[in-house]
C-alpha cells in the first residue's frame, strides 16, 4: 500500500538522521586531518605485522571511507540537491552496504589466524581484479599475476594458513552474509537489502517491481496492464537503515582493534 505525503515526510526524516551519522566518518576521512594508525600493542597492529605488506588496517578503512563517500553521496542527493530518483539511490545504498560488510567481515572474526586469512583472500580478490583489468587494456606489469599471487602463498604459510584458502577469492555475496551473521539483526536482512539493490542496479524487472509504487490506469488491452510508477521512500528506507547499521558497526570494530589492550 502506498505512503501518504505526511507519512514519506516522516520517512525522510528519519532517513536523514540515519544518514547525518555519517558526519564524524566524514572528518576522520578529511585528508588535511590526522592520520590515524593503530596504537601501539593493540590487536590490529599486531595483525597488520603479520599480513604486511596487506595490511588488514589498510584495508577495513579503504572499505570504510568507500561506505561512508557512497552514503555521502546519496544524503547530498536526497537531503540537500531534494532529488528522489526511482533507482539510482539503490546503487549508492548497495555501494555503502557491500564496502561496510567488508570492513565488518575483515574485522569481526576473533580468531588471528581466520583474520589474516580473510586479508590474504581480499588481497587475492584485488589482485584477479587489478590483473583482469591489465589483459583488457593490454598492459604489462613490472610482475605477473602469478607472481603476486605466490606472494599470498607465501604469507599464508609463514603465519600458518591454508595456502589453498589464501588466493581464493571471496564474492560480495560471502561477506555480506557472513557479515550479516554478526549483527543483532541477523544475515537475511543485509541479504535482502544487498541482493536488492543489485537486481536494482542490473534492472531486473522482478526488483523494479518490488521497490516502486505502482498504480493501476484504466484503459489497458484485455491480458495488460497499464501502470504508473513512483519511487518509494519506504523501500529506500529499509536498505539505506541496514547500510548505514553495517557501516557503523564496521568503525566499531576498527577503534576497538586499534585501540591499545589493557
Known amino acids: 500500500m502506498a505512503t501518504t505525503a505526511d507519512e514519506e515526510q516522516q520517512l525522510f526524516a ?37 599480513t604486511h605488506p596487506y595490511q588488514l ?30 533507482y539510482a539511490p539503490y546503487t549508492l545504498a548497495r555501494a555503502a552496504l557491500e564496502n561496510g560488510s567488508a570492513a565488518v567481515w575483515l574485522l569481526a572474526e576473533d580468531d588471528r589466524a581466520e583474520r589474516i586469512l580473510r586479508r590474504l ?22 610482475r605477473s599475476e602469478t607472481e603476486r599471487l605466490n606472494d599470498i602463498r607465501s604469507i599464508a604459510k609463514r603465519r600458518g594458513v591454508s595456502e589453498v584458502a589464501a588466493v581464493k577469492a571471496p564474492s560480495y555475496a560471502e561477506i555480506v552474509k ?45 491480458g495488460f496492464a497499464h501502470m504508473k510508477i513512483t519511487a518509494n521512500v519506504q523501500s529506500l528506507f529499509f536498505v539505506v537503515f541496514f547500510a548505514v547499521e553495517m557501516t557503523a558497526a564496521g568503525w566499531r570494530l576498527y577503534d576497538a582493534q586499534s585501540s591499545p589492550r589493557r
Do not use: Y
Request: proline share 5%; net charge positive.
Open 57 to 86: 588496517s589498510q584495508a577495513a578503512w579503504h572499505s570504510l571511507s568507500h561506505a561512508v563517500d557512497h552514503l555521502h553521496c546519496l544524503r547530498t542527493l536526497l537531503k540537500d540537491a531534494r532529488m528522489m530518483h526511482m
Open 14 to 50: 528519519e532517513m536523514f538522521r540515519h544518514l547525518d551519522k555519517i558526519e564524524p566518518w566524514l572528518k576522520r576521512m578529511d585528508p588535511d586531518g590526522p592520520h590515524e594508525r593503530p596504537r601501539e600493542r593493540s590487536q590490529m597492529r599486531r595483525d597488520d605485522k603479520e
Open 178 to 222: 557472513t557479515a550479516g551473521d554478526t549483527m543483532a539483526s541477523g544475515q537475511k536482512v543485509f541479504q535482502i537489502c544487498w541482493r536488492m539493490c543489485s537486481a536494482i542496479a542490473h534492472g531486473d524487472f522482478w526488483a523494479t517491481l518490488n521497490v516502486v509504487n505502482r498504480t493501476e490506469l484504466p484503459g489497458a488491452p484485455a
Open 121 to 142: 583472500r581480499f588481497a587475492a580478490l584485488d589482485i584477479r581484479g587489478g590483473e583482469a583489468m591489465k589483459k583488457l587494456v593490454g598492459a604489462t606489469g613490472p
